[in-house]
C-alpha cells in the first residue's frame, strides 16, 4: 500500500537503528541556525525534544497551556522508568526489553520501533543522572531497580514515588536552560487550535493565548506534535484535568492518520468513584499489589451487606473471601497484567459482589503482609502511598482493606508515525504518548516515560534531520500568507460559533454523558451491538452539545469554560472514531476486549489470522465516514503465543 | 469513615476580572456538598451553579488534581492550601469543613504574583528564577555511564527531599515578606547535594538570589511560615545551605 509507507529500515533487527542513521541526511550548523521548529506540548516527550533540538542549534518554539512546562501531565507519574541496563546482573539486555514490550503490547506493536526503543534505553538513565534526578540509589552509592508487573527481570529506575516529576523535573531544567541562552521562545498558557499547512507541508500553528484571548500565529520548518493522551474522553480517568486529544485531532483533520484509537490502558488500582460529585480518580501504584491481596466476599448476602454499610470487611472471615484472582490465576495470582486484573474486577462487581455503596469496588487487603512482614515493613515500602489513599477517602489502609477500582489512565493508540516519528503529514511529527507506536494494544508499566524521552531525546533529534535537510533552502513561513488567515478564519468562526450557542447547560454536563457512554459501550468490554449504539448516542449528544452548551465569560480574557468546550467538542468525534476503531476490531487484544472474541473460561481471544495489523484512520470531511488503511505488522523475529497468566 | 452531607455553606470568593481591574469579594451559597469530596470538587459544583445561573465562574489553577503538578493555589481561610497538613489544595477535603461554615477564599498574595483574573495569579517570577541557573550544564548525549559516580544513599535522598518541591508558591504566599527563599533555596539544595549539580552550586546560588532580588520578591526574616505551609515539607535548612553557597560565591567574587 503505497500511501503508508512506515520507512522501516531493511537489514537484521539489532543493525536497523544504526544503519538507519548512517544513511539518514544530516543539517549543518550553519543551516540549523536558519531552520524553526514549532514543538507543542512540553511534558517528558516535548520538553526533552525543545532542550535536544535547541541544543543542535535549531530555532524552537514551545507552547504548553499550563503556566509554566513543569506542570505537565508526566509530573504525575509515579512507579519508574524502564531501562535495559542489566545492572542487576539478571540476565537483562535489550532483546528482553523489546521481546517484554512486544509481548506485553500483546503482538501490535512494530518490531523495528520497540526494539530501538530498548537500544536507546540505557542512554536515558545516564542523561537523566547527568542532569541532577536523584534516582533511588543502594547504601553502595550506585543506582536501585524494582520490578514491575508482567517482567521477570529488574529494571525500573525510580525516584521514589515520583519518577516522572523528577524526569519531567531534568527536562525542565535541560528547557530551561535553552530557554535563558534564547535558543528556545516558551509560550506558557498558548493552546495550539490548529495546524497550517502550505504546499502539502506543515509550516506553522495558530494558538490562543490564554490569558488575553488573542488568536495568533505561529510559523516554522517543521512542527513536533507531544500534547499526550486523550484518556479524558472519558471524563474521568488517572490523566490531569486539561489533557485533551484536540491536537491529535486538529492534525487528523489536516491529513494524519489516527491509528488503533480503540486501544485504550484501564488500570486496575484506582481509588474508586464516590458518589455523582467527583471530578478525576486517582491512581493507586500498580507496586501495591506485590503485597495486597485482591478479594471480594464469597456470599452475596455479605456484599450486600458491605454496600449498605451494614458490615466491616474485617468481619468477614478468611474462608468466606473470594480472592478470585489466586482462584483464576494460580501462577501469576494477584499479579497478572493490568487488563487482566482491571477485567476480573469488573466480572465480579456486575456478579454483584462490589463492595462499596455503588457496588463498585473490590478490596485490596495489606493485612496479609502486615502479618507476615509486620506493619514498618509496610510503612517503609507504601507510606507515602497509604497517606494519599487516607487523606482521600478518610479510610486507614493499615487497619481496613483499600477500595480500588480500574479506571481510565493511557492511551496506546495515537497519531500514525513512521519510524521517523513522522505523521501522514510532511514536516508533521508526533511523540510521546500522543503516537500510537511503541505499545501495541496495552502498555507495560514505566514504559511511557521511556518512550516519552527516548523519542524526545535521542530518536527525534536525529530523524528530523533528514527532513530539514531538504528544507534549507525554504524561507520562514510567511504568516500573512494566505495559509495562515484562512486556517486562523476557521479557529475564529469554530470558537464564535461555540460561544454563540448561548444555550443552558455547562461544558461538563455533556462531558459526563459523553464519559457514560464510553465506559458503559467503549470500556473495559464492547460488543458490536453496544458499539453501535455508542456511536449513535454520541452522535446525539454532540448535536445536544452545539445546541444547548453555555460558554460564559469573554472571548478576549482568560475562560477556562471556553477552553473545556473546545476539547469536549472533539472528544465526541475522538469518541466516534475509537467506538468505530472498536467495531471493526472484532478480536480481543490487551486493553481491547470484544465479547464476542472470548474463550470458553471468559478469557481474551486474539485472531491473529484476521488483525495483525494497525488501523489508520484518514479523514473524510466533516460528517463523511473515514477510510481506514491496514499496516500490516510484521514479526520476524518473535513468535505469536497467546498469553497465558493461568 | 462513610460520607456526610454538609447541607449549606457560603462561600466568600476573591473577584477580580483581570490584572488590570479592581478585586472585591463575593459571597455564595452552595448546598449539599459530600464530605468525600475535594475543594476543588466544591468549587466545580459552585462552578456549575454559577453557569447556569447566568454568573461568570470563579477561575482558578488547577491541574493533575493530585497533588503534584503544583498547578493549584487557593488561600483558604487565611492559610495556602487550606486547614490540612502536607497537602495540596486539590488534595483537601470538605470533611475539613464544617455544615454551615463560612469558607473565605483568595489568591497568592504577593507582588511578584500578580492576579490574572479571581483565584489566578500570574507565576512566571518562578519560571525567571529557575531559567538564571537552576540547571546542570549538560547537553543531550556524551554523558557517561550512570554508575560511573557513585552518590552515597543519604545524599541523594536529601536531594530527593528538596527535588520534591512543587514550584506552587504556597512558601511566598504564607511569608510576610512574599520572600521566594524556600523555593529558590530547595532548587539550590537539590542540585548541590549531587556531584553532578556541585560543579556550578555557587554561581548558580548566586544568579538564582540576584535574579529572585530583581522580581520583588522581599527578603527572609526567618519567621518559617513558609516551611509550616509547605505542602512538600521542604525544610528551613536548605535555606541555610543556600547562604552558605551564595556566601562561598561571594567570597570567590
Ligand atoms: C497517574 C499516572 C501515573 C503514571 N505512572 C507512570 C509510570 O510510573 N511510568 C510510566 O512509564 N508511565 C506512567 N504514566 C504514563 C506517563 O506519565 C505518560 O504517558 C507520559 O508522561 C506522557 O508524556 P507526554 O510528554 O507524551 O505528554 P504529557 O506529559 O501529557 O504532556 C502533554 C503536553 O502537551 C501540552 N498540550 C496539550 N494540549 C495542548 C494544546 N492544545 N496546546 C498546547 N499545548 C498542549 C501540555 O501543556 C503538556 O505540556 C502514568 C500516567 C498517569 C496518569
Ligand atoms: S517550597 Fe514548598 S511551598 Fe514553596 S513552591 Fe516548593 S512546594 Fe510550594
Ligand atoms: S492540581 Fe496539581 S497539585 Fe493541585
Redesign the interface.
Known amino acids: 500500500m503505497s500511501i503508508l509507507d512506515n520507512k522501516i529500515p531493511e537489514g537484521p533487527l539489532a543493525e536497523k537503528w544504526n544503519k538507519h542513521k548512517a544513511a539518514i541526511k544530516v543539517v549543518s550548523p550553519a543551516n540549523k541556525r536558519k531552520l524553526e521548529i514549532i514543538v507543542v506540548g512540553t511534558g517528558l516527550g516535548g520538553a526533552?525534544a525543545a532542550?535536544?533540538l535547541a541544543?543542535l542549534g535549531y530555532k524552537v518554539k514551545a507552547f504548553c497551556y499550563?503556566?509554566?512546562p513543569?506542570?505537565?501531565?508526566s509530573?504525575?507519574a509515579q512507579g519508574g522508568i524502564n531501562a535495559a541496563?542489566n545492572?542487576q546482573n539478571d540476565n537483562d539486555s535489550v532483546y528482553r526489553l523489546f521481546y517484554d514490550t512486544i509481548k506485553g503490547g500483546d503482538y501490535r506493536a512494530r518490531e523495528a520501533n520497540v526494539y530501538r526503543l530498548a537500544e536507546v534505553s540505557p542512554?536515558i538513565?545516564?542523561?537523566?543522572?547527568?542532569?541532577?534526578v536523584?534516582?533511588?540509589?543502594?547504601?553502595?552509592?550506585?543506582?536501585d531497580n524494582r520490578s514491575f508487573g508482567g517482567v521477570l527481570v529488574s529494571r525500573t529506575f525510580y525516584?521514589?514515588g515520583?519518577t516522572g516529576?523528577?524526569l519531567l523535573?531534568g527536562a525542565?531544567?535541560?528547557l530551561?536552560?535553552q530557554?535563558?541562552k534564547g535558543a528556545v521562545e516558551?509560550y506558557?498558557r498558548h493552546e495550539m487550535l490548529d495546524l497550517v499547512k502550505i504546499d502539502g507541508k506543515a509550516r506553522g500553528i495558530i494558538a490562543r493565548d490564554l490569558?488575553s484571548g488573542e488568536i495568533k500565529r505561529f510559523g516554522a520548518h517543521a512542527v513536533v506534535v507531544a500534547t499526550g493522551g486523550y484518556g479524558n474522553v472519558f471524563f474521568l480517568s488517572t490523566n490531569?484535568?486539561?489533557s485533551n486529544g484536540s491536537v491529535a485531532w486538529q492534525c487528523y483533520k489536516r491529513g494524519a492518520f489516527m491509528s488503533n484509537p480503540c486501544f485504550v490502558q484501564i488500570h486496575p488500582t484506582c481509588i474508586p468513584v464516590?458518589?455523582d460529585?467527583?471530578?478525576?480518580l486517582?491512581?493507586m501504584s500498580e507496586s501495591l499489589r506485590n503485597d495486597g491481596r485482591v478479594w471480594v466476599p464469597k456470599k452475596k448476602e455479605d456484599a450486600v451487606k458491605l454496600q449498605k454499610?451494614e458490615l466491616h470487611p474485617n468481619d468477614i472471615a478468611d474462608e468466606d473471601r473470594d480472592f478470585y484472582l489466586e482462584r483464576r490465576y494460580p501462577s501469576y495470582g494477584n499479579l497478572v497484567p493490568r487488563d487482566v486484573a482491571s477485567r476480573a474486577a469488573k466480572e465480579r462487581c456486575d456478579a454483584g459482589f462490589g463492595v462499596n455503596s455503588e457496588g463498585k469496588a473490590v478490596f485490596l487487603d495489606f493485612k496479609y503482609a502486615i502479618d507476615r512482614l509486620g506493619k514498618s515493613v509496610i510503612e517503609a515500602r507504601y507510606g507515602n502511598l497509604f497517606?494519599?489513599y487516607e487523606?482521600?477517602?478518610?479510610?486507614d489502609p493499615y487497619k481496613a482493606p483499600m477500595m480500588i477500582y480500574p479506571a481510565i489512565h493511557y492511551s496506546m493508540g495515537g497519531t500514525w508515525v513512521d519510524y521517523n516519528l513522522m505523521t501522514s503529514v510532511p514536516g508533521l511529527y508526533s511523540i510521546g504518548e500522543a503516537n500510537f507506536s511503541d505499545h501495541g494494544a496495552n502498555r507495560l508499566g514505566a514504559s511511557a516515560l521511556m518512550q516519552g524521552l527516548a523519542d524526545g531525546?535521542?530518536v527525534l533529534?536525529y530523524t528530523i534531520g533528514d527532513y530539514l535537510a531538504d528544507e534549507i533552502m525554504t524561507p520562514m513561513a510567511d504568516t500573512n500568507a494566505p495559509e495562515f488567515a484562512a486556517v486562523e478564519k476557521e479557529v475564529t468562526d469554530r470558537i464564535e460559533k461555540l460561544y454563540n450557542i448561548k444555550g443552558?447547560?455547562?461544558v461538563?454536563?455533556f462531558h459526563k454523558k459523553l464519559g457514560q457512554v464510553m465506559w458503559d459501550y467503549v470500556g473495559m468490554a464492547r460488543n458490536a451491538e453496544g458499539l453501535k449504539k455508542a456511536i449513535e448516542m454520541i452522535k446525539e449528544i454532540r448535536a445536544e452539545f452545539w445546541k444547548d452548551v453555555?460558554i460564559?465569560?469573554e472571548l478576549d480574557?482568560?475562560n477556562?469554560?471556553l477552553e473545556k468546550a473546545g476539547r469536549v467538542a472533539d472528544f465526541f468525534d475522538i469518541g466516534e472514531l475509537m467506538a468505530r476503531d472498536a467495531l471493526d476490531r472484532n478480536e480481543s487484544c490487551g486493553g481491547h476486549f470484544r465479547e464476542e472474541s472470548a474463550t470458553e473460561e471468559g478469557e481474551a481471544k486474539r485472531n491473529d489470522e484476521e488483525f495483525t495489523y494497525v488501523s489508520c484512520w484518514e479523514y473524510k470531511g466533516e460528517g463523511a465516514e473515514p477510510d481506514m488503511h491496514k499496516e500490516d505488522l510484521v514479526f520476524e523475529n518473535v513468535k505469536l503465543t497467546q498469553r497465558s497468566y493461568k | 469513615m462513610a460520607d456526610k452531607i454538609l447541607k449549606k455553606l457560603k462561600i466568600k470568593v476573591w473577584r477580580q476580572k483581570n490584572a488590570k481591574s479592581k478585586g472585591k469579594f463575593e459571597t455564595y451559597t452552595i448546598e449539599n456538598i459530600s464530605t468525600g469530596s475535594s475543594f476543588l470538587e466544591m468549587m466545580d459544583i459552585l462552578n456549575f451553579q454559577l453557569i447556569e445561573a447566568g454568573i461568570d465562574p470563579i477561575a482558578f489553577d488547577h491541574d493533575c488534581r493530585e497533588g503534584i503538578c503544583g498547578t493549584c493555589s487557593l488561600y483558604i481561610n487565611g492559610r495556602p492550601h487550606g486547614p490540612d497538613t502536607e497537602v495540596t489544595t486539590c488534595q483537601l477535603h470538605m470533611r475539613k469543613f464544617k455544615d454551615g461554615e463560612t469558607i473565605v477564599i483568595e489568591p497568592w498574595r504577593a507582588r511578584a504574583f500578580p492576579v490574572i483574573k479571581d483565584l489566578v495569579v500570574d507565576r512566571t517570577a518562578f519560571e525567571k528564577i529557575l531559567q538564571a541557573g537552576g540547571f546542570v550544564s549538560v547537553n543531550t548525549g556524551g554523558v557517561p555511564d550512570a554508575n560511573t559516580i557513585p552518590i552515597p544513599k543519604e545524599d541523594a535522598e536529601e536531594s530527593m527531599d528538596a527535588a520534591a518541591c512543587i514550584g506552587c508558591g504556597a512558601c511566598v504566599a504564607a511569608c510576610k515578606n512574599a520572600s521566594a527563599m524556600l523555593f529558590v533555596s530547595a532548587k539550590v539544595s537539590h542540585l548541590a547535594k549531587l556531584p553532578q549539580g556541585k560543579v556550578e552550586a555557587a554561581s548558580r546560588a548566586k544568579n538564582m538570589v540576584a535574579k529572585m532580588d530583581e522580581l520583588g520578591f522581599g527578603g527572609c526574616t526567618n519567621t518559617q511560615a513558609c516551611e509550616a505551609e509547605c505542602p512538600k515539607s521542604i525544610s528551613i535548612t536548605n535555606i541555610a545551605r543556600l547562604n552558605r553557597e551564595y556566601l562561598c560565591a561571594k567570597v570567590s567574587e
Open positions: 526533552s532542550a535536544s541544543e499550563q503556566d509554566s513543569r506542570r505537565a501531565h509530573i504525575a541496563k545492572y542512554n538513565i545516564d542523561q537523566c543522572v547527568a542532569q541532577g536523584p534516582f533511588g540509589r543502594e547504601y553502595g552509592g550506585l543506582l525516584a521514589r515520583q516529576q523528577q523535573i525542565y531544567q535541560a530551561n536552560r530557554i535563558s516558551m506558557n490569558v490531569a484535568m486539561g464516590h458518589g460529585q467527583q471530578s478525576k486517582t491512581l454499610g497517606q494519599m487523606k482521600i477517602t478518610d479510610v531525546y535521542f533529534p443552558s447547560k455547562p461538563d454536563y453555555r460564559p465569560g480574557n482568560l477556562p469554560e
